[in-house]
């Protein structure tokens, strides 16, 4: 997988995590340095994670599937990408921040960042079935992923506290992403 192929699939892998990044800088009176670090940290360490344990669950049942390999991960990607479109189809309920989103407490940032990074858990099954043969070459997408997905959760603070209600809607972030 080339360069921009791999940035392709980190930004995508990134939309749900900008998106809930958008609702938590709604929800937040007054952004400080702190609240940057903790959100991008969760969403992108938990990108970069994620990738990693499918790695290794890949690599681990490997032998069972390389026959089909090529077909897991296409539906793999196709059920990721499509369950993201899907989402941002959805409509929303009012497209009020509810007073229960507001903290960026430890409980909750655990639940949204592992809820926000399960299809990396899938692209780390799908690099190991497309021919990804070592720790060390799994590291420069992990880390790609992991700093994209950082980069895009502090954009979508930003833009949550900046650009008021609608954002998010607006921009299509996870469609975008599930096309991607």
Known sequence: MGFIELLLVAVGLSMDAFAVAVCKGLSVQKLRWKHYLAVGLWFGGFQALMPMAGYLLGTTFERYITSVDHWVAFVLLGFIGGKMMVESLKK???????KEDVP???????VLAVATSIDALA???SFALLGINNYTEILSPILIIGFVSFVMSLIGLYFGIKCGCGCARKLKAELWGGII
Not at 104 to 110: D, G, P, Q
Request: cysteine-free; proline content about 0%.
């Open 92 to 98: 929303e309920e009012d497209g009020v921040v509810k």
């Open 104 to 110: 960026l407490n430890i409980k909750e940032m655990f």
């Open 123 to 125: 692209i780390g099954i």
